[in-house]
């Protein structure tokens, strides 16, 4: 039995907890206000208050953008896992992962739509839909997907409707690896590019998609976890630490392919160049951010967990969502940066950028916008995982 | 009885002259807008053919023309839009230099329409590669499909804008062939301006077109043809 004591500070610490909460809310709506400053200035001053410009086409919104629509998809691996594999433990964060998909493609559909040129006509792509756009596809994926994801959440959270999990969840399981492949499309489809125009983009953002989208899982049930004072089983933490550790190095070796592919091709042997050597900040984000930072730590954190097992695995994860930003940044705007081969075998030159390296530094209202995206996804699961029970719930653990 | 005849006839009278009064002006403007009844054709294709061996390196006239008759600024910035740029080659094996104008390539095949989630983008019947501002939501997704880095996204708010050539603030636009100057039966700006007559412009499809016969006489090559795009822009003497 509690004594009176131990009952008042468990009474001090919950209402702690509870002011934390509003909080924490106050800051991630703050932030959403100062994206929303940002965009109303991109609005009355245009796009040139970005960094953005005609070489540098997509800028840091999209790294925003991109990684959280990404990684929406890839932390529905946990519970593809559960439910389409049926494994319990997985099963038992199934909730959990769909929840944190919906706020995180909310979050960079958010900042997608509020860079572009016109975000007043965002509606128009539904109403002119052009068949042949894989933006256009885009879109009836992003929609298909909330669509089924919350329906996947109902079939799971209502007792009554637990008989579709798996059907739907079956339909989840398939649905994203489309929609990831459509994301890797909208640069596979780019024909003219060097850094893009590849059939190895799609799977690539599939296995990339499964590293972020886990290691954004384990961070936010670890942060859950804290929060309700419960320790997670060593045994379960091992288990998806391992899995972590295997998407890692799945993730790492699909973007060798793609790179030893383009150094293959004599043509793309610049591009190559200028990405992993002399291309100034690419290289050292592409080494030090996510080679480094994003693959060797994360690795050495999970199979060598000098700090404790459980410090490891939040930390492994925090050291790939960043990697995964250093790796878009990388992919997107360095990319771009490097001039389009309008005549190759030529040195060429002209006003508007021709054979020059294409310089970009973000602006702050793109960078606000994008921890905008952020924060909506940050707002979406706080109160969510206060309002509903998405604590995943183990039974006692024993391997399956 | 009558009374109310002439009432009517009265009425109708004036009902005419208001009428004609209120549609006259509208008509006229019609008229002054040089709007073309007829749709275009695709028995026409438009393109050129530029003869790079006349261009003359330095020389923008090209460029200026552009920039007067579509009304953009002329401002070489990032961030400034440029239909029709200079592109100074170089063969650095052979040693030889030459330049030539880029602009929209107006692709049989564009790889802007094929992207552009609405349908902003799209060609026209007689081979025209156009963006309709009031479709273009500013993804930008075209300027990245685009191989000739053809096209420009519009930074800032425009003044003073030619009632012709209307832009807007947050969307794509690029070389329109001068639209509104080949539908009013005349050359685009840059093929007039050129002092060396460098810019052939004609109707491709037409086998006695001057464009067309020069094409079968004279050695020409159309800018990364290895992407299959057919493009209208022709160049001889690379």
Known sequence: MSTPSSLDSKYVSLQFKNRLFYMLLAAGGLVVLAALYAVHMMESHGHIITGMNNQIVWGMPHVFAIFLIVAASGVLNVASIGSVFGKAIYKARAPLASLLSIAMLSGGLAVLMLDLGRPDRFMLPAIDFNPTSVFAWNVVLYSGMFGLVIAYLWTMMEKRMNVFTKTVGIAVFAWRFVLTTGTGLIFAFLTARQAYGSAILPPMFIVLSFAWGMAVFHMVQTVMYAWNNTELDPAILDRKKHLLGIFVMASLYMVVVYHMTNLYFAHRMGFERFILLDGGIYPALFWWGYVVLGNIVPLALIYMPALGRKKCAVAASLAIVLGGFAFLYVFIIGGQAYPLDIFPGYQVSSTFGDGQIASYTPSIYEILLGFGGLAIAFIITTVSVRVLNFMPHDKPYIAD | ?238
Request: hydrophobic share 35%; net charge positive.
């Open chain 2, 1 to 238: 009885m009558n009374d109310i005849q002439d009432q009517r006839r009265n009425f109708l009278k004036t009902s005419v002259g208001v009428a004609a009064v209120a549609v006259a002006p509208g008509m006229l403007l019609f008229n002054v807008a040089h709007s073309k009844s007829e749709a275009v054709s695709s028995d026409v294709r438009w393109g050129m053919l530029i003869d790079t061996a006349n261009c003359a390196e330095g020389c923008k006239d090209c460029v200026t023309a552009c920039n007067k008759e579509n009304g953009l600024s002329g401002g070489l910035a990032p961030t400034d839009s440029q239909w029709i740029r200079k592109i100074e080659i170089k063969d650095v094996s052979a040693g030889r230099s030459f330049a030539l104008p880029m602009m929209c390539q107006h692709c049989e095949e564009p790889p802007c329409v094929d992207v552009c989630p609405t349908g902003a983008s799209f060609k026209r019947a007689d081979g025209i590669v156009l963006v309709d501002k009031h479709r273009c939501i500013g993804c930008r997704y075209c300027m990245m499909a685009c191989p000739y880095k053809a096209r420009s996204f519009v930074h800032e708010p425009l003044h003073n804008q030619n009632p012709d050539v209307p832009r807007g603030k947050g969307t794509v636009e690029s070389c329109t062939m001068c639209v509104h100057r080949i539908d009013a039966g005349k050359q685009p700006a840059c093929a007039e301006a050129c002092p060396n007559k460098s810019i052939l412009f004609g109707n491709l499809n037409d086998p006695a077109s001057e464009i067309a016969k020069k094409l079968r006489t004279v050695a020409s090559v159309q800018v990364r043809s290895d992407l299959g795009l057919n493009p209208g822009i022709h160049y001889q003497g690379m």
